[in-house]
C-alpha cells in the first residue's frame, strides 16, 4: 500500500479530481510545471485553489527555464513577422519572465 497521501496541514488527500484538457492545453500546463519545480497535481491544486505559486530555483527548474527558452528562440527564429505570435508562444514568454522575474528577487 502506498504512503497516505497528506496536504500542508495533514489532511488526507483521499478524493481524486481530474478533467480533460487539449493536447495544445496539455502541452501549456506541462511547460508551466516544469518552470515551476512542483509536482503536477500540486500545481494543479494551488492553480485551482488560487494559492500563490513560489517557485525555488533549482537543477530541475533552471532546465526548464533553459529548454523553454530555446523553444521560444527557435518559435522566433521560425516566423517572420509579428501577426505570426501565437498566443501561447506570447503565453510562454509571459511565463518564462514571471519565473525568472521571481527568481531573480529571491536572490537578492
Known sequence: MSARNVDDRNRWRCVTVGFR???EENEQLN???ALSGLPKQEYCY???MNRE???QGNPKVFKALRNQLEAVLDELRRIESSSELGDELL???KLITLT???M???MK
Open 21 to 23: 484538457v487539449s493536447p
Open 53 to 55: 505559486i513560489v517557485v
Open 31 to 33: 511547460t508551466a510545471v
Open 100 to 102: 525568472l522575474n521571481g
Open 104 to 106: 531573480k528577487e529571491e
Open 91 to 93: 503565453e510562454n514568454i
Open 46 to 48: 494551488r492553480r485551482c
